[in-house]
């Protein structure tokens, strides 16, 4: 069976972790796994659960997205060693939650140089020799968030937002060249990310008028709500293997049946309304 060179970004925690080990100790071992993270001092909990999997299906590799530098110098390792990337799975990312006037600029860059012109870093450095190749399938785990502006979360949307448009665009254009794109659309996951967006307070709450505060309130009790439909990093990991192997790979992989109505309203309806018009309560009841 032909050996497939995956790389993945952001295996520190969460659902890069959970997939490069899912992969890795497929039954088939036809998956070679670049396990890549921004800081190797983390490495310890990927380690410990790939076991036997470390070094001979999952290697780990640095690799800071938001410096074109060092995404190249990571697919040159995974080109000069294996001659090929066969499947790029962009997965680091971060979450913001709160009011847009109480992000610091620097936090709102920050999030857009992760969450898309990561993303952009990963595609420029595999299309070349994909292209010449024709082939290879290009995977990014962006968000519910990334299909449906959700109020409170705009800047994060907002970034995931802007990977669905480049991937849309790039798609019928990669198509010419047997090179597949698909986004993974998870709602929650319970991974550091959910961690550190509660963590972090909703942005300076306490700074804002009081409808701001309310909804803020409001967020902070939905965000506990939403443990019932969360998922795991391996759930997610499943679709991803599914985006992997399926002949004809969706655009949209949506995870997580909960969000899959509210999906379906948006998509039927081209004014737009439906979403924008939406009262905050409204909103998160999926009215
Ligand atoms: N969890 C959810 O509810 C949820 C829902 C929808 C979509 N997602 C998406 O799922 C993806 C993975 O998130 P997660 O839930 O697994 O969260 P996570 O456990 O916090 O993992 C995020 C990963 O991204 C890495 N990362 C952040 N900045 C990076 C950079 N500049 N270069 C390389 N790696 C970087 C983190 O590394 P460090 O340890 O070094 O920070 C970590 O390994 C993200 O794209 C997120 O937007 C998550």
């Known amino acids: ?24 100790k497929n039954e088939s071992k036809k998956y070679k796994v670049y396990a890549c993270m921004r800081n190797l001092a983390k490495k310890g909990p990927l380690v410990e659960k790939a076991g036997d ?20 110098k990571a697919i040159k390792h995974v080109l000069d060693v294996d001659g090929r990337v066969d499947v790029l799975i962009n997965n680091a990312g971060i979450g913001l939650m709160g009011a847009l006037e109480h992000q610091s600029m620097e936090t709102i860059r920050n999030i857009y140089e992760t969450n898309y012109t990561g993303v952009v870093h990963g595609i420029r450095a595999v299309l070349p020799s994909m292209k010449k190749r024709k082939s290879g399938r290009i995977i ?10 959700m109020p409170m979360n705009a800047v994060y949307c907002s970034t995931k937002f802007a990977v669905w448009g480049l991937s849309e665009a790039l798609a019928p254009e990669l198509n010419e060249y047997n090179i597949n794109i698909s986004l993974i659309e998870p709602g929650p996951v319970v991974t550091e990310f959910l961690n550190a967006v509660d963590s972090k307070g909703f942005g300076g709450a306490q700074e804002g008028d009081d409808i701001t505060k309310s909804l803020i309130d409001k967020l902070g009790q ?41 999906a379906k309203k948006k998509f039927i309806d081209v004014t737009g309304d439906k979403i924008a018009n939406s009262s905050f309560d409204d909103f998160f009841s999926g009215k």
Do not use: W
């Open 1 to 24: 069976m032909a050996q497939r060179n995956v790389v993945i970004t952001g295996c520190s925690s969460g659902i890069g972790l959970d997939t490069a080990v899912f992969l890795a």
């Open 53 to 72: 999997s470390l070094d001979k299906t999952l290697f780990i590799l640095e690799m800071d997205v938001k410096s074109e530098t060092s995404v190249n």
């Open 140 to 149: 990014t785990v962006s968000s519910v968030g990334g299909l449906i502006g």
């Open 222 to 262: 939905m965000f506990k709500a939403i443990a019932a439909v969360s998922q795991s990093g391996e759930d997610i990991a499943k679709y991803i293997l599914q985006a992997m192997e399926d002949e004809s790979p969706h655009f949209h992989y949506i995870t997580n049946e909960s969000y899959v109505e509210m």
